[in-house]
């Protein structure tokens, strides 16, 4: 089982990064999907999660307006579109999957992931 975290890289405040998050022996649509980021020094947070049916999708406040998540089953991905970036969003990002589970903020916590990929570094310059 692996999880594939892409497309980072090095982008202008303001600009558009799109990550994907892709998977081997690991059925993504049967898994709820989140992205999270580290920023140097900080804990891991938070960042967006889609449900098993796509419709249903939570975002660090944040990120809400800016940040986008969506599901490709036909590829079996992920993807993550970011825009108006700013420096603040310097971090890497990992992509994760959980079997669904219930709770307040359970898709919230990085513990209720069984899977991880090994991260993307984005960094944003101002």
């Known amino acids: 089982v692996q999880l594939q975290a892409s497309g980072g890289g090095l982008v202008q405040a303001g600009g558009s990064l799109r990550l994907s998050c892709t998977a081997s022996?690991?059925?993504?649509?049967?898994?709820?999907v989140g992205w999270f980021r580290q920023a140097l020094g900080k804990e891991r947070e938070f960042v967006t999660a889609?449900?098993?049916?796509?419709?249903?999708?939570d975002y660090a406040d944040s990120v809400k307006g800016r940040f986008f998540i969506s599901r490709d089953n036909a590829k079996n991905a992920v993807n993550l579109q970011m825009n108006s970036l700013n420096p603040e969003d310097t971090a890497v990002y990992y992509c994760?999957?959980?079997?669904?589970?219930?709770?307040?903020?359970?898709?919230?916590?990085?513990?209720?992931?069984?899977?991880w990929g090994q991260g993307t570094q984005v960094t944003v310059s101002s």
């Open positions: 022996g690991l059925t993504l649509p049967n898994y709820v």
């Open positions: 889609i449900r098993r049916n796509a419709f249903h999708t």
């Open positions: 994760a999957a959980a079997i669904p589970g219930y709770g307040d903020n359970y898709y919230l916590r990085p513990g209720n992931y069984d899977h």
